[in-house]
């Protein structure tokens, strides 16, 4: 019994470990994402690039298009920007495109994106957004330097412009194993926007992402500092309440 309870711990954390670790993903320093969570001007920036860049793939089923609301969008504005034509307010954020056709278009299908934030980290979807590359021997033509290999095209070059990236190769002296290190980027052609422009509008998309995946999660802090005041102040009347109480016994 013990043997095969064990045998299932083993089996568990293997798919644990298969599940959180992308089988393409390198390791890489990540980038604090700057957080915004507090900013409206930025939650609704980022709003804007997810419904216009991240919605043609990526749906996100558990988020209502009339909760924008909560971050100071005005109804008349979701229903004028940000709603495609045979959506209403109410609706969830699904995407028309069919999980099967987006597996043969780019060979896996794009994940529902409602609390991916919660899942990867801010600071992972911040840097993987601001790493995407040119790569000719992929099959959409782009690569991605912390998940090697992705199927997703990077959908806002326009924004960030063309680049390459440089690779130095060592041998390894233990394995004998010739090991890539990435050496920078080379900007093939500008985008719209500048590097701190882009790394800014990446930054108000990462917050937006971090808020949809909780949108009460500002509520919930605000709450949670008057739950312990209350249970503060609490907790000193029943102590002075349980002395006086022992002072008239004595």
């Known amino acids: 019994m013990k043997k095969w309870f064990s045998t299932l ?3 568990g954390a293997a798919l644990i470990a298969l599940g959180l670790t992308p089988a393409h993903a390198q390791e890489v320093p990540l980038d604090a994402a700057p957080d915004s969570a507090d900013n409206f001007a930025s939650l609704q920036h980022g709003a804007k690039l997810f419904v216009n860049y991240c919605l043609n793939c990526h749906s996100a089923n558990l988020m209502r298009y009339n909760r924008l609301t909560d971050i100071g969008i005005d109804p008349k504005e979701i229903q004028a920007n940000l709603l495609f034509t045979t959506d209403k307010i109410g609706n969830t954020m699904t995407i028309a495109m069919r999980p099967d056709d987006a597996k043969t278009w780019f060979g896996a299908s794009p994940p529902d994106l ?3 934030a919660r899942a990867r980290g801010k600071d992972w979807i911040y ?7 040119r790569d000719d ?4 033509g782009w690569n991605n330097l912390v998940y090697e290999n992705v199927a997703m095209p990077h959908v806002l070059w326009e924004l960030q412009g063309v680049r390459t990236a440089k690779f130095d190769t060592e041998v390894d002296e233990k394995t004998g194993e010739k090991v890539k290190h990435f050496a920078g980027y080379t900007q093939v052609t500008p985008g719209t926007m500048s590097p701190v422009d882009y790394d800014s509008a990446m930054a108000d998309l990462v917050s937006y992402l971090s808020w949809m995946s909780e949108p009460a999660q500002q509520t919930r802090k605000q709450l949670g500092v008057w739950v312990l005041m209350f249970l503060g102040i609490l ?3 029943a102590w002075r309440l349980n002395a006086a109480y022992w002072k008239q016994i004595k």
């Open 114 to 116: 409602s609390v991916e």
């Open 9 to 11: 711990a083993v089996i």
């Open 127 to 133: 840097t993987y957004l601001r790493s995407f590359y």
């Open 137 to 140: 021997t992929r099959p959409t």
């Open 235 to 237: 907790s000193f009347l």
